[in-house]
């Protein structure tokens, strides 16, 4: 078993996940590492709390749930959990990943690795097709995530090469300064996240980290009207930032 120094929550978020909750992935999480994981969730309609439960059953000592019963969207389940997990004053790192784990586990258990070889206070995970990666990403996502970080970049100037990607730990220092307050924007959060840390000099403590396998899976809700709503969350951005 790998014995991660620092202690490690992960949530995941699920919005009617019955179909691609992978229990394999969340089995090689808990035998390869030591992190504890959160399901939370936002108000599913289908069996997604039942499924969690049974998967919990098996692990109760480091699988939670955390059940909203209204939905209210990712960007808010995450701020939520997020506050409720830093609350309880246990872990010195709490990350999110995708419910459909298009990030794979020992992916994740790589980048959690990276915080204990690196000193950082918060890591982003970055979608970079590199030679003989396995970035298996469908063309207008990529297209979409490219056009959202230019038009940030040439407002705010991240220098965030993959804003988007669903996975990112924040250190118990940086939660009180990202996730002080909800969210303006949904489809965008993670940008807002980055911008507010930005505001207070705080991106300098982050490493972004590339990922070498990473997949679309099917059941995806951003398509190409969401490119729409994002522009409207642009305007947001920038208004309120």
């Known amino acids: ?11 995941i978020p699920c919005y009617n996940e019955a179909k691609r909750l992978d229990y394999k992935n969340i089995e090689t999480l808990l035998l390869n590492s030591d992190m504890d994981v959160y399901f939370a969730n936002d108000g599913s309609k289908d069996t997604t709390v039942e499924i969690i439960n049974a998967i919990i059953k098996n692990h109760p000592q480091r699988l939670h749930l955390i059940n909203f019963t209204e939905n209210s ?3 808010s389940t995450i ?15 709490i990350g999110y990943f995708d419910a459909d784990f298009s990030t794979p586990s020992y992916e994740i258990i790589r980048l959690v690795n990276e915080i204990n070889n690196r000193k950082c206070e918060f890591l982003i995970g970055s979608r970079i097709l590199l030679l003989n990666s396995g970035i298996k990403r469908k063309y207008y996502r990529h297209v979409i995530g490219r056009v959202i970080i230019t038009l940030i970049n040439l407002k705010f100037k991240l220098g965030i090469y993959d804003t988007q990607c669903g996975a990112k730990l924040f250190s118990k220092k940086i939660i009180p300064k990202a996730f002080n307050k909800p969210f303006y924007t949904s489809w965008i959060f993670d940008v807002e996240i980055f911008i507010r840390l930005q505001k207070q000099n705080l991106l300098i403590h982050g490493i972004e980290i590339p990922i070498y396998n990473w997949k679309d899976v099917d059941g995806s809700k951003l398509g190409w009207k969401t490119g729409f709503k ?3 969350e642009l305007y947001l951005l920038n208004k309120n930032y």
């Open 1 to 11: 078993m790998l014995l991660f120094m620092q202690k490690v929550a992960i949530i």
């Open 79 to 93: 701020f939520k959990a997020i506050n409720q997990i830093h609350q309880q004053d246990k872990y010195d790192f």
């Open 73 to 75: 969207g990712k960007a």
């Open 230 to 232: 994002i522009l409207k």
